[in-house]
């Protein structure tokens, strides 16, 4: 909004045409915007008792600790969220668009299953198979659209090598029209599958805002460079019309992270909810898929990839033999069980999360 109304007035205000003065002032807006809010927002959700519905199955120090503590605090994450790129990303551009749409359409989703669980007293909450449902259904609205206008092509890349670049729509030509929508399904694969690995991420006290921050930072660089053509060349990247755009969007999810972060850290006030986390996972996954880096995906949210694999893993094997893996799934709660600290997981996660997008960017050279 601030580019349209401010670029045309020149001399000083030149410098929004910059996408990283507004990356930076969207990361920035999105933090105060959510700090300034949280302390409300909590005292309102516990005096409402809207609190998180702990599982008894879980672990014990989680009855003993946590019970009482507000959660939803996923609103106040995506209202900063959406308000930043609203003000600070073109309007005219759709990729921030449709990444936005996706955000907001599975914090919807969210929303409903954290307000069963408050509602009903019951960690059950929202079925699983109307929450894949809805995950679905967005996904194909939004990627069926974008495929369908030309804002996303069915080429698929593989990173660390420079040609390694299969366009589905004509890799058949008996067919591309199917193998061009299947790059959608692929799209909604990966939507749905980052949002439930970031959902189950969040067991502990910052640890899935933690990952969340380094990843959204990591794909805001990524993002730059794809929509830059010069940068793209050097780097033997995909090229995508509007991705600077996209960057804005992640750095405006660094920041209401960072701002949702001050109050979740251990001990957390306030948790973020299936509304904050299917949230993430779908800006997450979006943003990835859009700006052809959805393989690299794996990497960067290695974390969640490794949270997913746990249970993953432990279902499988138990099903066979009957015995269990791990002490407990995701594997978060598996270290709680082997006697570390919940801080001491929490901080080791944030390291690996850490490390992984460090070893994502530094990819950017092995082309």
């Known amino acids: 909004m601030l580019y349209h109304l401010l670029l045309p007035l020149g001399g000083p205000f030149n410098v929004i045409r910059y996408i990283t003065f507004r990356s930076a002032c969207a990361m920035v807006t999105a933090l105060v915007l959510c700090y300034v809010a949280y302390p409300a927002f909590i005292e309102w959700m516990r005096k409402k008792k809207m609190e998180q519905i702990i599982r008894a199955e879980g672990p014990k120090e989680h009855l003993e600790n946590k019970v009482g503590t507000p959660t939803m605090g996923g609103v106040v994450m995506l209202g900063g969220l959406a308000i930043s ?16 749409t996706v955000t907001l359409g599975y914090g919807v989703i969210g929303f409903i299953d954290d307000w069963k669980k408050v509602m009903e007293r019951s960690s059950d909450g929202l079925s699983g198979r109307y929450k894949i449902l809805g995950q679905v259904v967005i996904g194909a609205i939004v990627f069926g659209g974008a495929y369908a206008t030309d804002r996303m092509d069915a ?34 694969f990966v939507l749905t599958g980052t949002s439930n690995a970031v959902n189950l991420t969040d067991g502990l006290d910052g640890l899935a805002i933690g990952a969340t921050i380094t990843s959204a930072g990591t794909f805001a660089v990524l993002a730059y460079v794809a929509g830059h053509t010069e940068f793209a060349e050097y780097l033997r990247i995909p090229y995508v019309a509007g991705a600077g755009e996209v960057a804005i969007v992640a750095m405006a999810l660094l920041g209401a992270g960072l701002g949702f972060l001050w109050f979740n850290c251990y001990p957390a006030q306030i948790f973020m909810g299936d509304v904050g986390a299917l949230a993430i996972g779908g800006a997450l996954g979006s943003i990835a898929v859009l700006v052809k880096q959805e393989i690299l995906l794996a990497l960067v949210g290695g974390v969640f990839v490794m949270e997913t694999l746990s249970v993953m893993i432990q279902v499988v094997w138990f099903k066979r033999t009957g015995k269990r893996v791990f002490l407990m799934t995701p594997i978060h709660h598996h270290f709680e069980k082997a006697g570390w600290g919940e801080p001491k997981i929490i901080v080791r996660f944030w390291i690996i999360s850490g490390l992984l997008a460090l070893v994502a960017l530094s990819t950017l050279k092995l082309r």
Request: proline fraction near 6%; avoid cysteine.
């Open 85 to 100: 790129t609203l003000l600070w990303a073109r309007l005219d551009e759709p990729l921030a668009w449709f990444v936005l």
């Open 155 to 188: 080429t698929f890349h593989i990173p660390f090598y420079k040609h390694a670049v299969f366009d589905l729509a004509h890799l058949w030509a008996g067919a591309p029209t199917v193998l061009g929508w299947a790059y959608v399904a692929w799209g909604i």
